[in-house]
Antibody
Framework: QVQLVQSGAEVKKPGASVKVSCKAS????????INWVRQATGQGLEWMGW????????DYAQKFQGRVTMTRDTPLRTAYMELSGLRSEDTAVYYC?????????????WGQGTLVTVSS | DIVMTQSPDSLAVSLGERATINCRSS????????????LAWYQQKPGQPPKLLIY???TRDSGVPDRFSGSGSGTDFTLTISSLQTEDVAVYYC?????????FGPGTKVDVK
């Protein structure tokens, strides 16, 4: 079955960077774009961007432009989201999620989430 | 950016009764060339990732009970739970995927009265 398994929780200091991984299984990795969505504690969902496992193309939300980098390692079937210049407001659970069609970005499967805590 | 709003913020419904959640987008999410509404609904329980319930505004995802239904078009949408069960206690989010940045509503918390 389709699974997305994310890396473990991270604690970072302000100004540092964090890199979260998302390992996919149960489907052809290059077929589905991977999106990243974050959720601050007790808050709503915020889309950050997507990466195409096939081409490596990306599209980032303007809010994160210049601070976020989304990549993939196709042989490892893993996508990565790196966020730099961390501040306390970046404390959140970060999810990867797949969309199964081009131009149809509803998210059919989500990773379990990775808690990133930014604290001095 | 397309702003999504939801109402109510929370609601409590008796078991077996109907729950209705509304979602509104700041601009139409109906794409004329496909005649589809680019609107999805998710359910999120505490400590879990969101789960897709509905896409294209009214298509249930595989395995989703038929007590969940979606309706609406353009800018106004509704998620209905026809007969609330205890396992339906959760927060529900709508999401537009008409244009990036994809955006979510603030969520509606559903509880048992």
């Amino acid at each position: 079955q389709v699974q997305l398994v994310q890396s473990g929780a991270e604690v970072k200091k302000p100004g540092a960077s964090v890199k979260v991984s998302c390992k996919a299984s149960g489907y052809t990795f290059i077929d589905y774009d991977i999106n990243w969505v974050r959720q601050a504690t007790g808050q709503g969902l915020e889309w950050m961007g997507w990466v195409s496992p096939n081409s490596g193309a990306t599209d980032y939300a303007q809010k994160f432009q210049g601070r976020v980098t989304m990549t993939r390692d196709t042989p490892l079937r893993t996508a990565y989201m790196e966020l730099s210049g961390l501040r306390s407001e970046d404390t959140a659970v970060y999810y990867c999620a797949i969309q199964t069609g081009y131009n149809s970005a509803y998210f059919v499967k989500w990773g379990q989430g990775t808690l990133v805590t930014v604290s001095s | 950016d397309i702003v999504m709003t939801q109402s109510p913020d929370s609601l409590a419904v008796s078991l077996g009764e109907r729950a209705t959640i509304n979602c509104r987008s700041s601009q139409s999410v109906l794409y004329s060339s496909t005649n589809k509404n680019y609107l999805a609904w998710y359910q999120q329980k505490p400590g879990q990732p969101p789960k897709l319930l509905i896409y294209w505004a009214s298509t249930r995802d595989s395995g989703v009970p038929d007590r969940f239904s979606g309706s609406g078009s353009g800018t106004d949408f509704t998620l209905t739970i026809s007969s609330l069960q205890t396992e339906d206690v959760a927060v529900y989010y709508c999401q537009q995927y008409y244009a990036t940045p994809f955006t979510f509503g603030p969520g509606t918390k559903v509880d048992v009265k």
